[in-house]
C-alpha cells in the first residue's frame, strides 16, 4: 500500500505541476501505435464489441482521454468505457474538472461508451477487485516504483516486492485475453520481462517527435511495452518471477513467460528426486532467460540480454 508522505508528495507535485505529460505525449501517432499494438497481441480482443479500460497513475496526463476518444471515433459499432486512476486525489480532482463535460454520471455501467476519473492506490493488493479490464494504460506509472526503489538504495533486486504488487494487480484486473501497455523511458525491465503473470511481452520504440516531459530528463522518446496476459499464473502460488531464485524449485504448474510451458511438461514428466532439485532449478531457469518462445514478428524481451537491466543509461544522458 501507498504511504501517507508519498501520497502527500503526489499530491503536492500534482498541485504545482498542471497537465505535466512524462515521458511522451499522446500524439495521434501514439495513440494510433497504442491501437495497432493492442489489437495486434491479442486477437480476441478485436472480436469484442464491449471494452473496458483501465490507466493507472494517470495523473494529469491526457492519455486516458484521449485514447479513448480516439478508439470511440475510430472503432466502429463498439463500446468503450475508460477509468483514469491515480494514487493523488489532487490530479483525479483536476482531470475531472479539466474533462467535466465528457464524463459520464453512470459509473456503475459497464457497457456503455463512458470515460470516469477516480482515485486507486495500484500497490494495495485489495483494491480494485471489481474490475476487470480488457486493456490496461499506464505511462511512468510502473517506472516511477522502479526509479524510487533504486534511488533510495532500500531494495537493489530487480524483483521488489513493490513491482510484484503491482504487476499482480495488473494481472488480477485483466480480463484472460486482456493486454497492459505501459509507456517507459527503459529499453530493458528484467522484473517485467520474468514476471510470469505474462505470456508474451512486445516492445516497440516510441517515435522521436512524440517527446514530453521526460521522466529522469532522458531525450530517449520511450518505449511501449505490450504485456499479454498468462492466465495459468496463480497469485501466491506460482514463483512470480522466473528463475528468481537459485536454490527454489519452482511449482509444476509453473509456465514459461515465452513459450508457455509448464515445469512439469519441461522435465517431460520426470520426478525431482533422480537428478536432484538444484539440477532441475537450474535447467528450467536456463530455459526461462533462453526461451524464444514461439516466434513473433515484433521485438521480444526475452531477446534482451538476460544479464542487463537498462542501467541508468537514459538519466545520466
Ligand atoms: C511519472 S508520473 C506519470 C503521470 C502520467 N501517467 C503521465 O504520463 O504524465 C507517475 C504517476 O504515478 C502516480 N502514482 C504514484 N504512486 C502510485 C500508486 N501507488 N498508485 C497509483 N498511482 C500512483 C503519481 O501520482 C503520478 O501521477
Ligand atoms: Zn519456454
Redesign the pocket.
Known amino acids: 500500500m501507498?504511504n501517507e508522505r508519498?501520497i502527500q508528495f503526489?499530491d503536492e507535485y500534482?498541485k504545482e505541476n498542471e497537465s505535466?505529460?512524462?515521458?511522451s505525449q499522446p500524439s495521434e501517432e501514439v495513440l494510433i501505435i497504442l491501437q495497432d499494438y493492442c489489437f495486434d497481441a491479442s486477437a480476441q480482443l478485436k472480436e469484442l464489441r464491449n471494452l473496458s479500460m483501465l490507466e493507472?497513475?494517470?495523473?494529469t496526463?491526457s492519455?486516458a482521454r484521449d485514447f479513448w476518444q480516439h478508439l470511440v471515433k475510430t472503432e466502429e459499432n463498439k463500446t468503450f468505457r475508460m477509468v483514469g486512476t491515480?494514487?493523488?486525489s489532487e490530479?483525479i480532482k483536476s482531470n475531472i474538472e479539466r474533462d467535466r463535460e465528457l464524463l459520464s454520471s453512470d459509473e456503475a455501467s459497464t457497457t456503455r461508451t463512458c470515460l470516469h476519473y477516480r482515485t486507486?492506490?495500484?500497490?494495495n493488493p485489495s483494491e480494485g477487485d471489481t474490475f476487470c479490464c480488457e486493456i490496461i494504460l499506464d505511462?511512468?506509472?510502473l517506472?516511477?516504483f522502479l526509479f524510487r526503489s533504486r534511488n533510495r538504495g532500500a531494495n537493489k533486486s530487480s524483483y521488489n516486492p513493490i513491482i510484484q504488487s503491482l504487476l499482480d494487480n495488473v494481472w488480477k484486473w485483466l480480463s484472460d485475453d486482456g493486454v497492459y501497455m505501459f509507456i517507459s523511458p527503459r529499453s530493458k525491465l528484467k522484473a517485467v520481462r520474468d514476471y510470469s503473470g505474462f505470456q508474451s511481452i512486445q516492445r516497440l520504440a516510441l517515435p522521436t517527435v512524440s517527446n514530453g516531459n521526460l521522466?529522469g530528463k532522458t531525450k530517449s522518446s520511450g518505449y511501449v511495452y505490450v504485456c499479454r496476459k498468462n492466465p495459468a499464473y496463480v497469485i501466491g502460488t506460482t514463483p512470480a518471477f522466473a528463475g528468481r531464485d537459485k536454490d527454489t524449485l519452482p511449482s509444476d504448474a509453473t509456465t514459461c513467460p515465452n513459450c508457455n510451458v509448464d515445469f512439469l511438461d519441461f522435465r517431460k514428466g520426470e520426478l525431482i528426486g533422480g537428478r536432484g532439485a538444484a539440477f532441475w532449478t537450474r535447467q528450467w531457469k536456463g530455459h526461462c532467460q533462453h526461451c524464444k518462445g514461439q516466434i513473433r514478428a515484433r521485438t521480444e524481451i526475452s531477446d534482451i540480454s538476460p544479464f542487463e537491466e537498462d542501467k541508468d543509461k537514459h538519466r545520466s544522458s
Do not use: M, N, R, Y
Open positions: 501507498q508519498t503526489w500534482h505535466i505529460e512524462w515521458i493507472i497513475g494517470c495523473g496526463s492519455l491515480d494514487v493523488s490530479c486507486l492506490d495500484v500497490i505511462k511512468g506509472c517506472d516511477t521522466v
